[in-house]
Nanobody, 122 residues
Framework: QVQLVESGGGMVQAGGSLRLACAVS????????MGWFRQAPGQEREFVAA????????YYADSVKGRFTISRDNAKNTVFLQMNSLKPEDTAVYYC???????????????WGQGTQVTVSS
């Protein structure tokens, strides 16, 4: 059974930074694309960033482009989301997910973590 476990969430002031990590169980981590999504209260889950299986290709939502960076360490079965210049509107539960193909929509992702809360105060 594949398990994804996020960590690194917390509370930070506007302009601050956080680094999320997602550890993935299993021996085939490098075969899969990974994505980060977020869901704010009362809103639908939205795409944040994705990285190809090799790590060479990355994709970002317009709202986070230039502030967030997705990366992965295939030797450690971990994907990261470095979040800089955080804004109050970044407040949400952040989820990592695994997909056979790199995608900017949630449909292709078939394994999800439990989420980690990020709160940005003004």
């Amino acid at each position: 059974q594949v398990q994804l476990v996020e960590s690194g969430g917390g509370m930070v002031q506007a302009g601050g930074s956080l680094r999320l990590a997602c550890a993935v169980s299993g021996r085939t981590f490098s075969d899969y694309a990974m994505g980060w999504f977020r869901q704010a209260p009362g809103q639908e889950r939205e795409f944040v960033a994705a990285v190809s299986s090799s790590g060479r290709s990355t994709y970002y939502a317009d709202s986070v482009k230039g502030r967030f960076t997705i990366s992965r360490d295939n030797a450690k079965n971990t994907v990261f989301l470095q979040m800089n210049s955080l804004k109050p509107e970044d407040t949400a539960v952040y989820y990592c997910a695994r997909s056979r193909i790199v995608a900017v929509t949630s449909g292709p992702y078939n394994y999800w973590g439990q989420g980690t809360q990020v709160t940005v105060s003004s």
